[in-house]
């Protein structure tokens, strides 16, 4: 390709942006609106997500000791605990902290636990993380095959059905995003070919007098990547404004924990105006073909 | 030889068959006009040559190269080889004069200065000096075919193929463009012109290929009456 059709290619798909004005505003709307919508489901989907690793996370086991272990006996069991393969850590928990727990927990500063119960009535305790939240029922079984634990609990029962929501909140999620770029497409392809359509004549004149594919794709596709970029950045503008003023006002609104890593949203923003663009170009390679084959 | 036909037909997707088993050469230089009723299969005749149009059987050769068996990415140079004009002149409304002429030139590649020297050439030809800022809408039926004509000459082809390009005009004016057409075959370019206009074809003593329902009914040569 010769530096002089490059320019050439600029200008010719600068002149059919003005030109075809109201199609190319068209276009960009239809860009905009489908990013609008795509990237609302990506922060959905990504703050879905964010909220399932932190339930996930919370989950872990917690193995009571019998009473009447002596020191090395714990120690013992602390190095069993850390030999079961997917243990990701062992926390011991003394009755005396325990109470303490509790105490801040429920008992506040109103009365004192220890008086009211008389004695403590908690045993020592094990709180083993997984590497793999999903891994805890498995492990959970093996704790309570050791010697000197008594009980075990995680949450058996409502553990597995957590699970088996967040599984389904995800596909579903990406499931409804695939759909959602796919919709896209087709309704940007949609709109790109009106303006196409527009140049239909041009196009079957330039076929005829011998030009060949890429040189008539390449304006049309640098119009679609501008085009795309365009309603990308409106789309991105809208909603990087929407949720940060949701961020700024999440501690009166919410008591989830929404997703305000900088490095992930501008990741998302960054991959949604190359979405836009990919829609573009994608949109014209559909839409274009029929017309090249003169 | 520059074209040749062997055993051509051309049956449409809708079953039509409009060319039927046609056998046709035509020399380097030669003038030829295609005349037959309507839906005789003239322009389905010529759009075989630039492919627009491939054959259901038969071979077509272009300065001894296949056009049936040639790839895709062939037909451009095919097509720069060929200088097409059209009965509606196919002129883009938003050009000049200038613009439309270099236009084709600019599809397929040429250096600005290359454009800037061989429009103003063509456009002398034509006789369309002082039009060149001129856009279509601004001039007479004559005057845009003779942009088209400059437009089919930019590219230096060896064939110039012309589809009934008076169907739009009056008889002087149509009587003007054959002068053009005559001046651009006597510089050496090949030239094949389908029409209705049977006073222009009797007055102008060329090879005249009369086809009826898809095949040849008479081949008349050059200096002959035909009709
Ligand atoms: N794209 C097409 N699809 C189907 N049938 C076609 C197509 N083009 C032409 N035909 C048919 O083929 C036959 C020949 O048509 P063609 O256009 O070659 O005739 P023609 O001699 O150029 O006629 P005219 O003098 O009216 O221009 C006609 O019956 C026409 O209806
Ligand atoms: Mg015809």
Redesign the interface.
């Known amino acids: 390709m010769r530096p002089g059709s490059i320019i050439y290619f600029l200008r010719e798909a600068f002149k059919s942006l003005s030109r075809n004005r109201l199609l190319s505003i068209a276009t960009i709307s239809t860009v905009a609106i489908s990013i609008l919508i795509l990237g609302f489901a990506v922060l959905l989907t990504i703050n879905a997500g964010a909220l399932m690793n932190y339930l996930e996370s919370d989950v872990e086991i917690v193995a009571f000791l019998d009473n009447d272990l002596t020191k090395s006996q714990i120690t013992d069991i602390k190095q069993d605990l850390t030999a079961i393969t997917g243990v990701k850590s062992v926390n011991f928990v003394s009755r005396e902290r325990a109470l303490a727990k509790l105490q801040e927990k429920y008992g506040g500063n109103e009365y004192n636990l220890k008086e009211t119960l008389g004695k403590n009535p908690l045993p020592n305790s094990y709180e083993i993380k997984a590497e793999d939240p999903h891994n805890v029922p498995q492990i959970a079984v093996q704790v309570k095959k050791i010697d000197g634990i008594y009980k075990v609990n995680y949450g058996q029962g409502v553990v597995e059905r957590l699970f088996k929501v967040t599984r389904w909140v995800r596909v579903v999620s990406m499931v409804f995003i695939v759909l959602l770029v796919f919709a896209a497409v087709f309704l940007i392809a949609t709109t790109i070919r009106l303006a196409i359509f527009a140049r239909r004549k041009e196009i079957y004149l330039m076929k005829l007098i011998g030009s060949t594919d890429w040189f008539i794709r390449w304006p049309f596709f640098i119009e679609g990547i501008f085009m795309g970029a365009a309603g990308g950045l409106i789309a991105i503008l809208i909603l990087a404004a929407g949720y940060g003023s949701l961020i700024s006002h999440m501690d009166a609104l919410f008591f989830l924990p929404l997703v305000t890593n900088p490095g992930i949203l501008s990741n998302v923003y960054i991959s949604l105006l190359v979405c836009g663009a990919v829609l573009g170009v994608l949109g014209t390679w559909i839409s274009l073909n029929k017309f090249l084959d003169v | 030889m520059l074209v040749q036909f062997y055993n051509v037909s051309k049956i449409y997707p809708n079953g039509v068959k409009a060319l039927d088993d046609i056998s046709l050469k035509i020399d380097r230089g030669e003038f030829l006009f295609l005349m037959g009723p309507s839906g005789a299969g003239k322009s389905t005749l010529v759009k075989m040559l ?1 492919r ?1 149009e491939l054959p259901t059987r038969g071979q077509i050769f272009l300065a001894s190269r296949s056009i049936v068996r040639m790839k895709r ?1 062939e ?8 200088g ?1 004009v059209f009965q509606d002149f ?1 002129l ?1 409304e ?1 050009k000049t004069v200038y613009e439309n002429i270099a ?2 030139m ?4 040429a ?2 200065k290359e454009i800037k020297e061989r429009v103003t050439e063509v456009i002398n030809m034509v006789g369309l000096k002082g039009k060149e800022k001129s856009f279509p809408g601004e001039l007479s039926g004559g005057e845009q075919q003779r942009v088209g004509i400059a ?1 089919a000459l930019a ?1 230096r082809p060896l064939l110039l193929i012309a589809d009934e390009p008076t169907g739009n005009l009056d008889i002087d004016t149509s009587n003007e463009i054959m002068e053009l057409l005559f001046n651009i075959n006597r510089t050496g370019t090949t030239v094949i012109m389908a029409t209705h206009a049977r006073e222009l074809v009797k007055s102008a003593g060329k090879r005249v290929l009369m086809l009826e329902q898809g095949k040849i009914v008479a081949d008349t040569p050059p200096g002959e009456i035909a009709l």
């Open positions: 630039f627009e990415g037909v451009p140079r095919l097509r720069r080889n060929i097409i196919k883009l938003n236009f084709a600019e599809v397929v590649n250096s600005s437009r590219n």
